[in-house]
């Protein structure tokens, strides 16, 4: 594709969501840097824009996300060959590529839905998993793709599946590299909700405009402490709640929220 690197991303914003869709349909919208960039970009204007609520990430054409884009782009030096590797080369690309884009989903502090309108694989199917909420239309495939490429799973992948669905399903996913149909990923606990192709948009925005409506620092600080869970011990657990509510009894939304209670109204949310 030809442009600039934000033409890899399209972006809108609309009733407080930030909406985020992978533009290489050509390419599935495999992952090259310009796409990577603008998206770990995007999440982090996100986190600092108090009117952004929530995010939604999507793609176009048929795909959501086919992975890692493993051709080279055109004019680029060709790849270093495994004799001309020095040691740290791989590590260091995986750490800087596709291990920043995870962690730039998991470390927003808004809401991220994932609106799967297709297949997705590898860093793609990785990129939905690290989302808080998934929704998936029924034609999407979730594919553990590696092993058909003789490779480790990255992009957080063996964090991401043991903490879904446990080690043995994560493995059987992983090492077989079978394509897991939308209904399916829904039963095993990979996706919460699954809808017809056309629907995928409305519910997406039904989704987001609810949770933009909500309070957004207790959702985030919610998020926080959801996604440390499973690697904290109870004390550590429990001292991080307590920390999450006093900080998040000093917002206005908080105060609001207690005050709507005892006068019996509905509570009006500023995201503050």
């Known amino acids: 594709m030809t442009g600039t690197p934000e033409d890899t991303v399209l972006h ?11 533009n290489r349909p050509e390419a599935m919208n495999a992952v090259n840097q310009d796409l990577r960039e603008r998206v770990i970009g995007l999440l982090a204007e996100a986190s600092a ?8 990430i ?20 060709a790849p270093a060959t495994p004799a001309e590797r020095v040691v740290g080369d791989v590590a260091r690309m995986i750490r800087l590529g596709a291990q920043r884009l995870i962690t730039a989903v998991l470390d927003c502090e808004k809401p991220v839905i994932a609106a799967v309108n297709g297949t997705t694989a590898g860093l793609g199917a990785h990129l939905a998993l690290a989302c808080d909420l998934v929704i998936a239309a029924e034609p999407a495939r979730f594919i553990e793709v590696f092993v058909r490429r003789g490779l480790v799973p990255d992009a957080g992948g063996a964090y991401l599946l043991p903490r879904l669905i446990g080690p043995q399903k994560a493995k059987e996913l992983m090492f077989f590299g079978d394509a897991v149909p939308a209904a399916e990923a829904e039963r095993l606990g990979l996706v919460n909700k699954v809808v017809p192709a056309e ?7 039904e989704w987001a405009e609810r949770l933009a409506q909500g309070p957004t620092r207790a959702l985030a600080l919610t ?37 709507a209670f005892v006068e019996r109204r509905t509570p009006k949310y500023r995201g503050r």
């Open 12 to 22: 809108r914003f609309e009733s407080g969501v930030s909406w985020i869709t992978l």
């Open 49 to 56: 824009d108090p009117d952004v609520r929530v995010v939604v």
């Open 58 to 77: 999507t793609g176009t054409g048929k795909g959501f996300c086919s992975g890692a884009d493993l051709r080279p782009a055109p004019g680029a030096p």
């Open 199 to 205: 629907a995928l948009e409305e519910t997406a925005r």
């Open 223 to 259: 998020k926080q402490l959801v996604n440390a869970s499973l690697d904290s011990d109870r004390a550590t657990a429990l001292a991080a709640e307590a920390t999450a509510q006093e900080l998040n009894m000093s917002t206005a939304d908080a105060n609001e929220g207690v005050a």
